[in-house]
T-cell receptor
Framework: DSGVTQTPKHLITATGQRVTLRCSPR?????VYWYQQSLDQGLQFLIQ???????AKGNILERFSAQQFPDLHSELNLSSLELGDSALYFC??????????????FGPGTRLTVL | AQSVTQLGSHVSVSEGALVLLRCNYS??????LFWYVQYPNQGLQLLLK??????LVKGINGFEAEFKKSETSFHLTKPSAHMSDAAEYFC?????????????FGAGTTVTVRA
């Protein structure tokens, strides 16, 4: 158990809908990262937040957005869902800013299925 | 931009045999390199990492990897495979650039262990 929690574990929805994925980082970790794992694109970095502020952005679609709240939990919002958004979404957390110094601890993931 | 190529999407080894997973990276600045393991239905767990210093890095579960700058490689090895090593393994790269915290992952190598 990494200490990172993600809810829900599974999510099944229809095209065009909007969903929210939630992540609680390890106690004391200020950075939260979101990754998408799909069969065709592999593991891709989406976005990083540090202490409530966006710090880095990867291959995140405009239909997707995220935020980190004062209690440091984070939410990833996916809207106008398409079949291709079906994937496993991971959250990771680390103590500080630098992935080079701080190990990223991964949550168990949320499996999103868009029908 | 940095990237990682993992050679071989599937590796099958006998229990007790050497495990060798190949990873080559591309980076315009000194890389930081990581190996993660993903067991079925779980998140990613860090096996080992190279940032600076000794090029032979030892990790958990008996795994080690060697950073070879001249070959732009970071291959993962374990002298004797165990059934519990069956999992998917990801090589990842980040850089020393202070504003670049994301991990870029390879496509992954699935390891099966034969009794």
């Amino acid at each position: 158990d990494s200490g990172v929690t993600q809810t829900p574990k599974h999510l099944i929805t229809a095209t065009g809908q909007r969903v929210t994925l939630r992540c609680s980082p390890r106690s004391g970790d200020l950075s939260v990262y979101w990754y998408q794992q799909s069969l065709d694109q592999g593991l891709q970095f989406l976005i990083q937040y540090y202490n409530g502020e966006e710090r880095a952005k990867g291959n995140i679609l405009e239909r997707f957005s995220a935020q980190q709240f004062p209690d440091l939990h984070s939410e990833l919002n996916l809207s106008s869902l398409e079949l291709g958004d079906s994937a496993l979404y991971f959250c990771a957390s680390s103590v500080g800013l630098g992935v080079t110094r701080d190990e990223q601890f991964f949550g168990p993931g949320t499996r999103l299925t868009v029908l | 931009a940095q990237s990682v190529t993992q050679l071989g999407s599937h590796v099958s080894v006998s229990e007790g045999a050497l495990v060798l997973l190949r990873c080559n990276y591309s980076s315009s600045v000194p890389p930081y390199l990581f190996w993660y393991v993903q067991y079925p239905n779980q998140g990613l767990q860090l096996l080992l990492k190279y940032t600076t210093g000794a090029t032979l890095v030892k990790g958990i579960n008996g795994f080690e990897a060697e950073f070879k700058k001249s070959e732009t490689s970071f291959h993962l090895t374990k002298p004797s495979a165990h059934m519990s090593d069956a999992a998917e393994y990801f090589c990842a790269v980040s850089t020393s650039r202070s504003n670049d915290y994301k991990l870029s992952f390879g496509a992954g190598t699935t390891v099966t262990v034969r009794a």
